[in-house]
Nanobody
Framework: QVQLVESGGGLVQPGGSLRLSCAASGLTFTFYAMGWFRQAPGKEREFVAAISWSGAYSHYADSVKGRFTISRDNAKNTVYLQVNSLKPEDTAVYYC???????????????????WGQGTQVTVSS
């Protein structure tokens, strides 16, 4: 079965950086677009970034543009999220998701995604 396993979260001071990873198994990775979402306590899950199956196309939420970068290594079945200039409002559980599509249009709604990881906590605090 499809498994998505996130790692790389932690406690970081404002202005700091982290690199989140999501290792995928049980699927043909190049058949899937990949996305990152996050959910803070008491809030709905929100879109962060997504990348097409080839890595050629990406899309970001306005709140993270210029600070976060999504990338993927198809040889390693892994998608990454480099998060820089972190703010307290970035505190959330970050989820990796997979959407079976070879479209160049990447989705920003959770309902479009077929598989989800268990999440990794990112806490931004001094």
């Amino acid at each position: 079965q499809v498994q998505l396993v996130e790692s790389g979260g932690g406690l970081v001071q404002p202005g700091g950086s982290l690199r989140l990873s999501c290792a995928a198994s049980g699927l043909t990775f190049t058949f899937y677009a990949m996305g990152w979402f996050r959910q803070a306590p008491g809030k709905e899950r929100e879109f962060v970034a997504a990348i097409s199956w080839s890595g050629a196309y990406s899309h970001y939420a306005d709140s993270v543009k210029g600070r976060f970068t999504i990338s993927r290594d198809n040889a390693k079945n892994t998608v990454y999220l480099q998060v820089n200039s972190l703010k307290p409002e970035d505190t959330a559980v970050y989820y990796c998701a997979a959407q079976r599509t070879r479209s160049t249009v990447v989705a920003d709604t959770p309902g479009k995604y077929d598989n989800w990881g268990q999440g990794t906590q990112v806490t931004v605090s001094s």
